[in-house]
């Protein structure tokens, strides 16, 4: 989400996964080191969670855990201060009173973090069963797609006196499939979610949470507008004032613009703005995957297709900027990763990466060690670009990618126990990743310490239990302590 029409620079070779990265990150172009290229075809230009440690067995372990008041932060995420468990280092024999000194300095250091850790236990153990109990309580009773305080949960733990909820709940009528959080400031507890019916027939709900009345779903019945077919994507435009015309972009058979007028109580209206066809000589269209919007240059989006293609966008005059053959298969995710600089992965199992000044050539940065394994899902770290994380399809693992050193993953993440579906990286922090899938688990993970590859034995410091199979998950950039996910027919917000 970085980019704009100005020329990229290469990106520094020696900052780590763990470091901040530099006050100005240069733009990553296509890598020198190694690379691979292959003619990208034709280019036609101008064409019309609770704090829980999850296990090997996908179980939370209360005894890991650290409580968000207890806990110690690192980017506004919960960590565990040694993710391997190990033990430190014994007091020396040789100096017995120094021994016994320090013994009990620690054991007295010790005493409130024990205490942090029990209190953290009960407290998570009380939020997934007040959760379980909402679950069950909102199918039993049914909803009416956010007209009432169905469909509406919340769980909190005392904090001074002041009731803190660390999970908001939303039911609605059909399946939720895309999630959207909005960038802009004045609305940074809005959110879209779109259904999935097998039908022509969608819709697309804007939620907003009120965290004074506890309120999380739909404020108005016209924020709940039809959509053809289901959206395989939703994007506010990321524009953080709140001076710009406020728009929404979905994907489904086109590219389509909204605006939204929500700022009146009572007269809020969404209406389309633009639909947007990438094929020009046919009547028929091929279905779009996903997108992403220019969070540099606001007047482009990237789209990815069926078709093999990548399409981007003039918003302005609504042309086609520039149009890619970026791979020999079907194109499923779209990311940008600065000014003028994209990747996108493909049922041709491959990560290929774009520089706009030179399109006639892509550099290949990982290809799935199958022949012929779709890769499915692509996030490109906006707060180090030189870092992204691919997803094979139907599989549990996470596949994390320095464009610096193309084919070779620097980590893989294996602790899901089920296909992932989404992955997030934080907004606010440069090496901490969320992911989901169908083992119903939101994971974060803490990859400051991947100093050089790893062999999958790294753990994720938080870990969320949901009620099924979890579709999507958004993290908020405008509260970068918040995450949505989608399973099911619900949508629930989780303070991380």
């Not at 909102?138 to 005392?158: A, E, M, R």
């Not at 007269?267 to 020009?280: A, D, T």
């Not at 050089?452 to 199979?469: C, K, N, R, V």
Request: glycine share 8%; hydrophobic share 35%.
């Amino acid at each position: 989400m970085e980019p704009s029409s100005t020329k990229p620079e290469a990106a520094e070779a020696e900052a780590k996964p763990g470091q901040e990265p530099e006050a100005a990150v240069a733009e990553p172009t296509a890598p020198a080191a190694e690379k691979k290229e292959e003619p990208s075809g034709a280019g036609r230009d101008g064409e019309g969670i609770a704090g829980t440690k999850a296990t090997e067995g996908g179980e939370p372990s209360p005894k890991r855990a650290k409580a968000n008041e207890g806990g110690h932060e690192d980017g506004g995420v919960v960590k565990d201060d040694d993710a391997n468990g190990a033990p430190g280092p014994a007091p020396s024999s040789k100096d017995p009173d120094a021994s016994n000194a320090k013994q009990t300095a620690e054991e007295q250091e010790k005493k409130p973090e024990a205490a942090t850790v029990e209190a953290a236990g009960n407290k998570i153990g009380a939020i997934m069963a007040a959760n379980a109990k909402e679950a069950e309580a909102n199918n039993n009773n049914g909803n009416n797609n956010g007209k009432s305080q169905q469909g509406v949960g919340k769980t909190g733990d005392n904090m001074g006196g002041q009731k803190r909820a660390e999970i908001y709940t939303y039911n609605a009528k059909d399946m939720v499939f895309s999630l959207a959080w909005s960038v802009r400031k004045d609305k940074k507890f809005r959110l879209a979610a779109g259904s999935f019916v097998e039908e022509y027939q969608n819709k697309v709900e804007i939620l907003y949470l009120d965290e004074t009345k506890g309120e999380f779903g739909l404020s108005e019945p016209a924020l709940s507008f039809s959509h053809p077919f289901p959206a395989t994507k939703i994007m506010f435009v990321p524009e953080k004032g709140a001076g710009g015309t406020d728009l929404l972009a979905t994907s489904s058979d086109y590219l389509r613009l909204y605006t939204i007028d929500d700022t009146q109580q009572g007269n809020s209206s969404v209406e389309v703005k633009s639909i947007l066809s990438n094929s020009s000589n046919s009547e028929f269209c091929a279905p779009l995957t996903s997108f992403d919007w220019n969070e540099d240059d606001l007047n482009k989006i990237g789209t990815s297709s069926i078709d093999t293609t990548c399409t981007i966008w003039d918003l302005e005059k609504e042309v086609v900027d520039t149009q890619l053959i970026a791979h020999d298969r079907e194109v499923y995710d779209f990311a940008w990763g600065g000014a003028g600089v994209f990747a996108s992965v493909s049922a041709d199992g491959s990560v290929r990466v774009f520089d706009l000044r030179d399109k006639e050539h892509s550099t290949i940065i990982y290809e799935s060690p199958h022949p012929e394994v779709p890769l499915v899902r692509l996030g490109w770290n906006k707060q180090d670009p030189r870092y992204m994380a691919t997803v094979l399809m139907d599989s549990s693992k996470v596949i994390i990618l320095d464009i610096r050193f193309p084919t070779l993953p620097v980590a893989e993440l294996q602790r899901h126990q089920a296909s992932v579906n989404q992955l997030a990286w934080a907004p606010h922090s440069s090496c901490h990743i969320c992911t989901a899938g169908d083992d119903a688990q939101a994971l974060i993970w803490d990859l400051s310490s991947m100093s050089q590859p790893l062999d999958g034995s790294l753990d994720p410091i938080l870990a969320y239990h949901a009620g099924a199979e979890i579709n999507n998950l958004q993290w908020s950039s405008a509260q970068p302590d918040w995450v949505a996910i989608a399973f099911s027919s619900s949508v629930q917000i989780l303070r991380v």
